[in-house]
């Protein structure tokens, strides 16, 4: 490995600049708790890097960074959140894109891991979760599981993060 993994983070943050997300964590009404996630982060706000000016896009709400040190890899977290229904073809969509926004920001020879997060309101239909839980995303030439979490719950993110092995 090249690069050190506190370098690479620090790339990242000043790629990010100003795109960066501020707390509350908030979007379309669906809030994510940063509570217990690492402390020297970094979250991109989407909309604000990559602005479309509509309303429906394929682009997730924000990409997370930090270092996990006990797996000494620099993670990515693609987040979407969505209060009302789930549609799963189009979160995938939008993951799969924050997985690209994560493969194009950060060096090749950093050791990377992707842990994908979808953030839902209270309900979501048997078939949309079926369809999360079988779908996978392309990273690096491996697949990734979407982990889920709920709306406003304190520790949410912090949760979906410890369920992130691979399945």
């Given at each position: 490995?090249?690069?050190?993994?506190?370098?690479?983070?620090?790339?990242?943050?000043?790629?990010?600049?100003?795109?960066?997300?501020?707390?509350?964590?908030?979007?379309?009404?669906?809030?994510?708790?940063?509570?217990?996630?690492?402390?020297?982060?970094?979250?991109?706000?989407?909309?604000?890097?990559?602005?479309?000016?509509?309303?429906?896009?394929?682009?997730?709400?924000?990409?997370?960074?930090?270092?996990?040190?006990?797996?000494?890899?620099?993670?990515?977290?693609?987040?979407?959140?969505?209060?009302?229904?789930?549609?799963?073809?189009?979160?995938?969509?939008?993951?799969?894109?924050?997985?690209?926004?994560?493969?194009?920001?950060?060096?090749?020879?950093?050791?990377?891991?992707?842990?994908?997060?979808?953030?839902?309101?209270?309900?979501?239909?048997?078939?949309?979760?079926?369809?999360?839980?079988?779908?996978?995303?392309?990273?690096?030439?491996?697949?990734?599981?979407?982990?889920?979490?709920?709306?406003?719950?304190?520790?949410?993110?912090?949760?979906?993060?410890?369920?992130s092995s691979k399945r």
């Open positions: 490995m090249n690069v050190n993994l506190h370098e690479a983070l620090e790339e990242i943050r000043q790629w990010v600049g100003d795109r960066k997300a501020t707390s509350p964590y908030t979007k379309k009404g669906c809030r994510v708790s940063m509570a217990n996630v690492p402390t020297e982060r970094v979250v991109l706000d989407v909309d604000l890097a990559f602005p479309t000016g509509r309303a429906d896009t394929n682009q997730c709400d924000f990409v997370l960074f930090y270092i996990d040190t006990a797996q000494s890899s620099l993670i990515g977290v693609p987040m979407e959140l969505k209060r009302g229904d789930v549609d799963a073809s189009e979160a995938v969509a939008q993951l799969q894109e924050g997985a690209s926004i994560i493969d194009n920001c950060t060096p090749k020879d950093v050791k990377m891991n992707l842990v994908l997060v979808l953030v839902h309101g209270d309900s979501m239909h048997k078939t949309q979760r079926n369809r999360l839980r079988t779908s996978r995303v392309r990273f690096r030439g491996e697949e990734f599981p979407i982990n889920t979490a709920r709306c406003g719950h304190q520790g949410n993110l912090a949760q979906a993060l410890a369920k």
